[in-house]
């Protein structure tokens, strides 16, 4: 059993700045690419940003410059912090890793999705 939990969402003005966290913990022996997705209303959701376990980075298009991925392999933990932001980045962002398990098997763990919100 792997469980992801995010945390960092929540209110902040355009322009301003948040920083997602994401743990995950549970029966992990290596966990391989890392990443956010968000789903605002009414539009599937999409990739904003991935990482590789050895820190290859991809960005969608409308978050480059602003938005840096990051992880800690040690904590099992990968962030995003979120600059420069815009009304069009509210959505519920969720993370996602591949987790090879202790079994060992591979699958994708999602975490609950977090709310966040832009504007003033």
């Known amino acids: 059993q792997v469980q992801l939990v995010e945390s960092g969402g929540g209110l902040v003005q355009p322009g301003g700045s948040l920083r997602l966290s994401c743990a995950a913990s549970?029966?992990?022996?290596?966990?391989?690419?890392m990443g956010w997705y968000r789903q605002a209303p009414g539009v599937q959701r999409e990739s904003v940003a991935t990482?590789?376990?050895?820190?290859?980075?991809n960005y969608r298009d409308s978050v480059k410059g602003r938005f840096t991925i990051s992880r800690d392999n040690a904590k099992n933990t990968v962030y995003l912090q979120m600059n420069s932001m815009k009304a069009e980045d509210t959505a519920v962002y969720y993370c996602?890793?591949?987790?090879?398990?202790?079994?060992?098997?591979?699958?994708?763990?999602w975490g609950q999705g977090t709310q966040v919100t832009v504007s003033s």
């Open positions: 996602t890793a591949r987790v090879v398990t202790i079994g060992p098997e591979t699958y994708d763990y």
């Open positions: 549970g029966s992990i022996s290596s966990i391989y690419t």
């Open positions: 990482i590789s376990r050895g820190g290859r980075t």
